[in-house]
């Protein structure tokens, strides 16, 4: 069965913005999901529709509520009847001192990073089931892998969606649909705008590639995993230039 529509959340900018872009080029519809650049994501949507002919609608809303989820989801049924490919991308992060985050911190990075995966995941499948096709492709972090420091919430927000990978994977391999991860290294994203530049020189230095990555780089990849056979499912695929 050919696929043909995507949902990507957090794709007003960066690694999302650059997804859309890509699966837009290939000719597939979406759905793009923010939770505050309303002017962002429709000049996006628009550029999309008129640059490469596709249809294309925008939601703004929180992924990690789950009344914003299903809204944004009974949309999608009522536009295209469900989605072929489900892109969890939102993410944020919080840097600093584990003993200085508070609870208030905790809760919202692994709400936005993981449990956006878990209420995105749950909705985006039974249309998926019914057609016994679908792949699901979770932007991780090698953090979730090695863990970072001053970066406890982050990390473990993604080790939790690396092993909601692996899990999920398991049981949806009978019906055909593919659950993958890409752990990004260090891309070049407004998410790492807070590094200095000798900050920057430093992180670059440690990468065999020497450089940072692209959102455009993430892009190619997630929209290879969204072709590829559901037998390639369950793998956390590192995307981070020999860093990890």
């Known amino acids: ?3 043909h529509t995507a949902l990507i959340t957090g794709a007003s900018r960066g690694i999302g913005a650059a997804t859309a872009e890509k699966f837009a080029s290939e000719g597939w519809n979406l759905i793009l999901t923010c939770i505050h650049s ?3 994501i429709e000049e996006l949507a628009e550029k999309l529709h008129t640059g ?4 294309c609608h925008t939601f703004v809303g929180d992924m990690g509520q789950e009344a914003d989820v299903r809204s944004c989801f009974h949309q999608a049924e009522s536009y295209f009847g469900g989605i072929d490919v489900l892109v969890n991308n939102v993410g944020i992060s919080r840097v600093g001192l584990f003993t200085d985050l508070s609870l208030e911190d905790w809760e919202s990075v692994m709400r936005t990073n993981a449990t956006s995966v878990f209420l995105c995941t ?3 499948l039974p249309h998926m089931l019914r057609q016994k096709a679908g792949s699901v492709i979770n932007i991780s972090s090698v953090w979730g892998c090695v863990g970072a420091s001053c970066e406890t919430a982050y990390s473990a927000s993604k080790g939790a969606v690396n092993a909601l990978t692996k899990a999920l994977a ?3 391999a009978p019906s055909r649909i593919s659950v993958n991860a890409i752990a990004c290294g260090a891309i070049d994203t407004d998410m790492n705008a807070c590094f200095t530049k000798e900050e920057r020189l430093a992180i670059a230095g440690e990468i065999p ?3 940072f990555g692209t959102p455009g780089e993430v892009a190619e990849l997630a929209f290879s995993l969204a072709l590829q056979p559901p037998y390639l499912t369950g793998q956390i695929i590192k995307l981070d230039g020999g860093w990890i």
């Open 1 to 3: 069965m050919k696929l």
């Open 38 to 40: 309303r002017e962002r």
């Open 52 to 55: 490469f002919g596709i249809t």
């Open 122 to 124: 749950q909705q985006a």
């Open 170 to 172: 398991k049981e949806l």
């Open 209 to 211: 590639a020497g450089r």
